[in-house]
């Protein structure tokens, strides 16, 4: 629920609010009905709160009432990625359950919504606009195909929908990875479901690892996707929250795959403790820096399933690599 309501920018706004007038943490304790050293725990970000004992917090400096309206945002949005995800079983539900567009050894769900004064767009208008994104990577999140049979639709409600695993549409690959399912609504609002690259023709072990560096260079890639969308959406994109859940994880092994020389972790991994992993995180739109740390907050319980400590030049050393591939790509196309 923490990541949902914007934790971190409610901290932030709470701490501002509390030094404009002049209360110390004490005080501000005491008007809460809440010790000290709990206060001292929101400060710090603390997650593991008790939602009563943070909103005590918030009410003394008048921000219940944004936790009502990040409440109710947090709400539709899950409305949003319930149905999203219903239509998608709907679509599937002909298919064998090992068709690669089912994604049988799992699959990554990233949703992402944008916070702000947003103005209304068309579903028209917001295809155009996604089709405008520059592309991240070989097989960037929520691609606009220009082939016909592969275009995203704009239905009755202007939520769009694209489903590029398809059987019988003319597909280039047609393994899990490149079997994407997605959709956009004008209310800033976007889900996207695909398999694992692990997972894709070119393994010889579909299911059994998960490459230690592409988890995040996909997360990324899906992030910056959402920075660029809300830069571009009518009126005032203040903040985006992206949700990501990695499931199939149960019995994967974490490797240098992609990159088999590299050394991106030096601790020595297990199989994966989980079967799942769900991390959220709000980023602002426009703060220098923040990518790194953000995404560094996003991947830790990843890679903490499988007993890695990621670190943060980790991060950067793979975001590196990442920006000179996409430039790569940005000459070529």
């Given at each position: ?93 002909p298919l064998p359950k090992n068709h690669p567009s089912c994604f049988p050894h799992g699959k990554v769900s990233y949703s992402y919504q944008i916070h702000g004064e947003l103005e209304p767009i068309s579903g ?210």
């Amino acid at each position: 629920m923490a990541d949902v309501l914007d934790w971190d920018a409610l901290v932030r706004e709470t701490k501002r609010r509390r030094d404009k007038e002049k209360l110390t943490q004490l005080k501000h304790a005491q008007l809460a009905g809440v010790s000290r050293d709990t206060v001292r725990s929101f400060d710090r970000y603390d997650r593991s709160l008790s939602l009563e004992k943070a909103i005590a917090i918030l009410r003394v400096v008048g921000l219940v009432s944004e936790v009502d309206r990040l409440r109710h945002a947090a709400g539709e949005q899950a409305d949003f990625v319930r149905r999203s995800l219903e239509r998608w079983d709907e679509l599937i539900r002909p298919l064998p359950k090992n068709h690669p567009s089912c994604f049988p050894h799992g699959k990554v769900s990233y949703s992402y919504q944008i916070h702000g004064e947003l103005e209304p767009i068309s579903g028209q208008a917001l295809l155009n606009l996604l089709a405008g994104v520059p592309a991240v990577s070989g097989w960037p999140p929520f691609h606009v195909f220009s082939k016909r049979s592969l275009q995203p639709v704009v239905e009755i409600d202007d939520e769009i929908e694209c489903w590029v695993g398809r059987p019988g549409d003319d597909r280039i690959f047609a393994d899990a990875p490149h079997a994407d399912y997605w959709r956009g609504s004008p209310q800033g609002r976007f889900l996207l479901l695909r398999g694992y690259q692990e997972d894709g023709d070119e393994s010889q072990e579909p299911g059994a690892f998960l490459d230690a560096g592409l988890p995040l260079w996909r997360a990324a890639d899906v992030l910056d996707h959402a920075l660029n969308v809300a830069r571009r959406f009518p009126g005032k994109a203040e903040r985006v929250v992206l949700l990501v859940t990695w499931d199939g994880l149960a019995g994967r092994r974490l490797v240098n795959w992609s990159r088999p020389t590299a050394m991106f972790f030096e601790q020595s991994a297990q199989r994966s403790r989980a079967s799942s992993v769900t991390n959220a995180i709000t980023v602002e739109i426009g703060v220098d820096g923040a990518t790194v740390l953000s995404l560094r907050n996003l991947m830790l319980p990843l890679y903490a399933a499988f007993d890695v400590d990621l670190q943060e030049q980790d991060i950067a050393s793979e975001l590196t690599r990442r920006r000179a591939k996409s430039a790569e790509i940005a000459r070529v196309n």
